[in-house]
């Protein structure tokens, strides 16, 4: 059975980091796509980051997320810098069962994690 776990969100001031974590357990996505989703209170679930054979970010992101992944660990990260009021949602991790490409769509993702919340005090 294909798990991930989120981890290492929290409550950070404005201007701060955060670092998130996705450990993947009953298979080995060493080669698949991950990628990042975030809800916001009474908003749809929106892309964040991806990564496969390429790195993808949402607009409001770039310059200030990296993602990144572990292959030996399993595990996928979202580095968070400069963290602003209005990046605050529920933080949510995705794989793809196959493929190359780390693509925006939430429906190109078979996995998903349970969320871990991250609240940007201003």
């Known amino acids: 059975q294909v798990q991930l776990v989120e981890s290492g969100g929290g409550l950070v001031q404005a201007g701060g980091s955060l670092r998130l974590s996705c450990a993947a357990s009953?298979?080995?996505?060493?080669?698949?796509?991950m990628g990042w989703f975030r809800q916001a209170p009474g908003k749809e679930r929106e892309f964040v980051a991806a990564i496969g054979v390429n790195t993808n970010y949402a607009d409001s992101v770039k310059g200030r997320f990296t993602i990144s992944r572990d292959n030996a660990k399993n595990t996928v990260y979202l580095q968070m810098n400069s963290l602003k009021p209005e990046d605050t949602a529920v933080y949510y991790c995705?794989?793809?069962?196959?493929?190359?490409?780390?693509?925006?769509?939430?429906?190109?993702?078979?996995?998903w994690g349970q969320g871990t919340q991250v609240t940007v005090s201003s």
């Open positions: 009953g298979r080995t996505f060493s080669s698949a796509p």
């Open positions: 995705a794989a793809r069962r196959s493929g190359s490409f780390g693509s925006s769509r939430g429906d190109a993702y078979d996995y």
